[in-house]
């Protein structure tokens, strides 16, 4: 059993509906880097850029910070439930209404 819902058609892998106003965002982070940014997918998870260091939880609230302003949301609507020790983590965000994905698409690689 996958975990994905009926309504997670059209969803990217790294994204699952969790039930009325709940997502899980899967992604791995690459902290310390010179700018927070998407930048693409890795292990089929969404793969950020994180400017602040792997040091005293800094990039695990800077990439709270960064998801939810991305998103257009509160920091308090997103939260880190599993991965605080490593680069894999998975994200929960929880909203009325669904937040606009596009905005986390990693960018295409063809030119």
């Known amino acids: 059993m996958s975990g994905k819902t009926s309504g997670d058609q059209g969803l990217p892998p790294y994204l699952t509906r969790l039930g009325p106003g709940a997502w899980r965002l899967l992604v791995w982070v690459q902290p310390g880097a010179k700018k927070s940014a998407v930048a693409g997918l890795y292990q089929d998870r969404l793969k950020i850029r994180i400017e602040a260091p792997a040091v005293d939880n800094k990039a695990n609230a800077a990439l ?25 983590k998975t994200l ?7 937040p606009s994905w596009a905005a986390m698409a990693p960018e295409p690689t063809g030119r």
């Open 64 to 88: 709270v910070d960064y998801v939810a302003r991305t998103l257009g949301l509160k920091k308090s609507q997103v939260s880190l439930s599993a991965g605080k020790t490593t680069r894999g």
């Open 92 to 98: 929960v965000i929880e909203t009325e209404n669904e």
